[in-house]
């Protein structure tokens, strides 16, 4: 049975998504599982941060406007383009570019110029006024000189044109962050400040996803 995004959408997530995406080692094929003990179990109760996905469950594939960035002028999705190795999507309920967004933005870019192609961040902003909004994040992105993070816009968080609304993310915190490998979830963050300490935490959950199979290309692509 063919996976499409319809099924992705029914799927119960017991223990985690159990859609598997198989590396290439050789002429081997070797697929990766972890299982989320309680996840999605009937009876066990939910401990959930009241914004996003859980930990185990897929990034649902959507399609910001890109309004600074590599894919610059377009509605590319995050995950159907770069979802392969490590991700962070930064969904900031701000209305404005404060200091503590440039801190997050500027460390998240030095560590997609550290972790090269093995990691893309994405930023995502709701605003209605998509002209008015772009030009204030490309004013943002020149500031900053950014080479590799992508500052992107939905008009809500609960936008079912660009399908956003599927990652289930809340309006009600000031940011939600999400870590994945390979399209799943390994690690969520709710109304995270730019401390220091934020920031080790984030190194951390990006670091410990890499293990002997990280860096292997999907089944059948070439390195």
């Known amino acids: ?26 002429n081997l094929p070797v697929g990766e599982r972890d299982i989320f003990l309680g996840l999605n179990i009937p009876g066990v109760e939910r401990n959930s ?10 990034v649902f594939s959507f399609t910001p406007y890109h309004a600074f960035g590599p894919d610059e ?4 999705c995050p995950i159907c383009k770069y979802g392969w190795y490590n991700g962070v999507l930064f969904f900031s309920n ?6 503590d967004l440039k801190k997050w933005i500027s460390f998240l870019e030095e560590e997609s110029i ?12 709701v605003n209605t006024e998509r002209e008015k909004k772009a030009t204030e994040l490309k004013k943002t992105g020149k500031e900053l000189g950014l080479k590799n993070v992508a ?11 660009s399908e956003i609304y599927l990652n289930n993310i809340s309006p009600q915190f000031e940011n939600t962050i999400i870590v994945y490998k390979r399209s799943k979830i390994i690690g ?8 220091e300490e934020n920031f080790k935490i984030i190194k951390k959950s990006l670091s410990e996803s890499k293990n002997a199979y990280f860096n292997l290309p999907a089944r059948g692509e070439k390195e």
């Open 1 to 26: 049975i063919k996976l499409t995004s319809a099924l992705r959408k029914k799927m119960e997530n017991r223990g985690g998504s159990g859609v598997i995406r198989f590396v290439q080692e050789g």
């Open 73 to 76: 002028g377009t509605k590319t």
């Open 151 to 161: 500052l992107t816009i939905v008009s809500s968080f609960n936008d079912e044109d």
């Open 49 to 58: 941060s009241v914004s996003g996905n859980e930990i185990g469950e897929e």
């Open 114 to 125: 550290k972790r090269a192609a093995y990691l893309k961040v994405y930023f995502v902003f």
């Open 94 to 99: 701000k209305n404005k570019i404060d200091d």
């Open 188 to 195: 969520k963050f709710v109304s995270f400040a730019p401390t």
